[in-house]
């Protein structure tokens, strides 16, 4: 994939390198808050990233200091004072399709959290498959600081990560969550020292691209049917992947550089 030009007024960066879309939230000076087009731009982003053959592993994160601290409250402020519910209906919707839309990506994605993730970017966080932290990352359900409720997916994703009693704690008291809190109750899969979070994030990204790729995006699709289907069900699905990939160039290859001790390169067929 050869990635166009930044997005709309560079607020949403995307790159591809190695098999890894790195979509950047660029509005560092208000710590990525989304304002203007930058959901729309976002979902065009992820929707390019996911299209594109080239593309194994999707990272979303925030430039400067912060990940996301979700709507840019002086936008709420000024559609507040001019009554302008129509708009922000565009806006809670044009949320739901970045959710939707990335849900349904079948590459894994990570969400880099390198600081505040608040509101609607804590919530965009949750809605990537898992999260990697630096130490001074933070993360919060926040809505409720300025009267809103929980959007961008934030209602389904939280409880299935933490359970119904403090997913309602979370929500409800509107806290930030410090890293290493976050990571023991299952926010972040994974955190580091801030010194080591760029390179340890490469590594990460780079060695789940260069995984099976068939073999990452049936799990993927299985252990997303896995939330709502019984044993039997998964136990049938897993056959059915099972035999899918044992058919595949990517199993052949695999077992091959297993027996004949040398690192396999995957195609992805």
Avoid at 49 to 71: K, Q, Y
Avoid at 141 to 147: A, D, E, L, Q, S
Wanted: proline share 4%; charged share 30%.
């Amino acid at each position: 994939m050869s990635p166009r030009a930044p997005l709309a007024a560079d607020t949403v960066l995307l790159r591809v390198e190695d098999g890894v879309a790195w979509i950047t939230l660029n509005r560092p000076d208000r710590l990525n808050a989304f304002a203007g087009t930058m959901r729309d731009d976002l979902h065009d982003a992820i929707d390019r990233a996911a299209s594109s053959p080239d593309v194994r592993v999707l990272v979303i994160t925030g430039a400067g200091r912060g990940f996301c601290t979700g709507a840019d409250v002086e936008v709420m402020s000024d559609l507040l004072q001019r009554g302008d519910d129509a708009t922000f209906e565009t806006l809670v919707q044009a949320g739901m399709r970045v959710v939707q839309r990335l849900r349904a990506v079948e590459q894994p994605t990570i969400a880099a959290v390198n600081g505040p993730a608040a509101g609607a970017g804590a919530s965009l966080a949750l809605a990537c498959d898992f999260r990697f932290a630096s130490e001074r990352a933070t993360i919060g359900i926040t809505f409720n600081r300025i009267g809103l409720h929980p959007d961008w997916g934030a209602t389904y994703t939280l409880p299935r990560l933490v359970g119904p009693g403090r997913a309602a704690e979370l929500v409800m008291s509107g806290r930030m969550v410090e890293a290493r809190e976050a990571e023991r109750m299952g926010l972040f899969e994974r955190v580091v020292a801030e010194d080591w979070f760029e390179d340890e994030l490469k590594k990460l990204a780079r060695d789940l691209a260069a995984k099976p790729p068939l073999a990452l995006r049936l799990a993927k699709r299985t252990l997303a049917a896995s939330l709502d289907s019984g044993l039997d069900a998964m136990l049938a699905a897993e056959r059915e992947q099972q035999m899918r990939c044992f058919r595949s160039a990517d199993a052949r290859e695999g077992i091959s550089a297993f027996n004949e001790k040398r690192k396999p390169v995957f195609r992805g067929e």
